[in-house]
């Protein structure tokens, strides 16, 4: 699936918080969800391009982000 940029800044709260790193795009809801005390770091960057932060993750926390991938964004 493709997104716009446009579409994906608009998943940006608690209840629907998309992320997109690398040209992919996540739904991190649910991480939210089973993570709250991430709230403070994830939700000011909701609906936004967070590859900067994608890249100081290691290589095992990459592999988490997968499960939350939803498509791809078209810049």
């Known amino acids: 699936m493709f ?5 994906i800044s608009t998943h940006n709260t608690e209840e629907d918080c998309w992320l997109i790193a ?3 795009v996540y739904d991190v809801t649910e991480f939210l ?3 709250p005390e991430h709230k403070n770091i994830i939700l000011p960057r909701a ?7 994608y890249f100081f993750h290691t290589k ?3 592999q988490i982000w997968n ?3 939803i498509g791809y964004c078209l810049f």
């Open 60 to 62: 095992k926390m990459k």
């Open 47 to 53: 609906g936004t391009d967070v590859s900067k932060d």
């Open 22 to 24: 690398n040209y992919t």
């Open 33 to 35: 969800l089973s993570h």
């Open 67 to 69: 499960k939350y991938k």
């Open 3 to 7: 997104y716009t940029k446009k579409t």
